[in-house]
């Protein structure tokens, strides 16, 4: 297959699934193994395209991020609680991120382990919807030190691929009872610095090659990713903000069960 079709291909898969209780890097994962793709050729991709789709948060979230900063240099306590919320959510990520790299790399390499992981994770979306009682902070700044803290211990689990980097923030916060729409610009807002942080260490590991351009996919194509994954992801959290405000996340659920089981089968054959 033409590699730029790949390339626009991962980038709808990359736009679609960031910000959707799916796992944008299971579906990577399994899109390079099921269709052929050499994952190993398109690793580097995979990681860099997703700041296509990050940056589609602060093109729509603009006003919030300018207010949050202008609110930091007059020190008003909305602006810092905000701030505060959000370090607190990513930390536990970065540090655990930092200490088990090579075992998540590891992981990545294993399509079973993104099966399995739809499947249990859209197990655990059922059971947070019919158990959770949210209704209780509403706004990013409102949350507690505790309830920030615990939704980026719960972002954790999400090293696991398939788990699902948005699904954990945003049931961990549900099950924690936080208002629906608040828990999914929490993990918005989360997947800024968090998304930063994983494209950089992949660029840091890779920096000879990159700044080389000794690189299995080059710069063009990642470029074109990028792209396709920003203007994908535009749409898709517009869509994503209204359906929550009026449904709940059981669909997305039994997505992933499907996706999971009819992904053991395709690798059994």
């Not at 590891?106 to 059922?126: D, E, K, N």
């Not at 902070?137 to 939704?151: D, E, K, M, Y």
Request: glycine residues 10%.
């Amino acid at each position: 297959m033409d590699p730029v079709i790949i390339a626009i291909l991962l980038g709808i898969v990359e736009g679609l699934t960031e910000f959707l209780p799916v796992s944008s890097t299971g579906h990577l994962v399994l899109a390079t193994e099921i269709l052929g793709y050499d994952a190993d050729t398109w690793k580097v991709f995979n990681v860099i395209i997703q700041l296509g789709a990050i940056m589609a948060v602060v093109a729509l979230y603009w006003r919030t991020f300018w207010a949050v900063g202008a609110g930091l240099l007059r020190l008003e306590p909305m602006s810092i609680a905000f701030v505060r919320n959000i370090l607190l959510g990513f930390i536990p990520s970065a540090v655990l991120g930092l200490l088990l790299k090579d075992q998540i790399h590891a992981m990545l390499g294993s399509p079973s382990i993104v099966a399995w992981a739809l499947i249990l994770g859209g197990i655990a979306i059922l059971v947070i919807e019919r158990t959770a009682k949210p209704g209780g902070p509403s706004g990013v700044a409102q949350l507690s030190v505790r309830t920030a803290l615990g939704i980026g211990m719960v972002q954790c689990v999400s090293m696991i691929p398939g788990v699902s980097r948005s699904g954990a923030t945003i049931m961990g916060a549900l099950a924690m009872g936080v208002e629906r729409r608040t828990a999914a610009e929490f993990s918005f807002f989360l997947a800024v610095p968090t998304m930063l942080g994983a494209t950089t260490l992949e660029v840091l590991d890779n920096r000879e090659a990159l700044m080389s351009g000794n690189i299995a996919v080059g710069w063009d194509l990642i470029g074109i990713g990028f792209v396709v994954s920003f203007i994908v992801a535009l749409a898709v959290i517009k869509a994503f903000m209204a359906y929550v405000a009026r449904s709940g996340f059981a669909p997305f659920a039994w997505y992933r069960i499907a996706a999971g089981a009819l992904a053991l089968f395709l690798l059994a054959r």
